[in-house]
Nanobody, 130 residues
Framework: QLQLVESGGGLVQPGGSLRLSCAAS????????IGWFRQGPGEEREAVSC????????MYADSVKGRFTISRDSAKNTVYLQMNSLKLEEPAVYYC???????????????????????WGQGTQVTVSS
C-alpha cells in the first residue's frame, strides 16, 4: 500500500520554526516530484513548495520564499519542509503529495499544480499563536 505520512506539525509562536517531514511507505520517492500544500480553515488549498525528483530543482510560492526550504533525503525516503519566521496567518493543515515524474519531463521538472499529484498524505496541523 502506497502511503505518505506527514509529521512535525504543532504549535509555534509567530516568528518561530518548524520542520515538517513527509515519509513514504510502500514505495520509493525516487522518480517522484514531491510537493507541499496547505489549507487553512475555510480556505482553498494553497501550494507551498515542491522539489524535483533529482532534488536539484525547487519551487516556492511567493508568500514563503526566503523563509521555507524544501529538501529530500533519498536514503531515508523522506522529504522535509523547514519553515522559519512563521506568521500568524499561516496556521493550516500541511499536506505532502507525490507526482510520478512524467517520462517526457526532465529530472529537474517541478510543478505546483496540485491536480497533477497522484498520492497525498493525511496532513499535519500547524498552529501559529502567541
Amino acid at each position: 500500500q502506497l502511503q505518505l505520512v506527514e509529521s512535525g506539525g504543532g504549535l509555534v509562536q509567530p516568528g518561530g520554526s518548524l520542520r515538517l517531514s513527509c515519509a513514504a511507505s510502500g514505495f520509493t520517492l525516487d522518480g517522484y516530484v514531491i510537493g507541499w500544500f496547505r489549507q487553512g480553515p475555510g480556505e482553498e488549498r494553497e501550494a507551498v513548495s515542491c522539489i524535483s525528483s533529482n532534488g536539484a530543482n525547487t519551487m516556492y510560492a511567493d508568500s514563503v520564499k526566503g523563509r521555507f526550504t524544501i529538501s529530500r533525503d533519498s536514503a531515508k525516503n523522506t522529504v522535509y519542509l523547514q519553515m522559519n519566521s512563521l506568521k500568524l496567518e499561516e496556521p493550516a493543515v500541511y499536506y505532502c503529495a507525490a507526482e510520478r515524474r512524467p517520462t517526457w519531463q526532465s529530472s529537474d521538472y517541478v510543478t505546483l499544480n496540485h491536480h497533477l499529484y497522484d498520492y497525498w498524505g493525511q496532513g499535519t496541523q500547524v498552529t501559529v499563536s502567541s
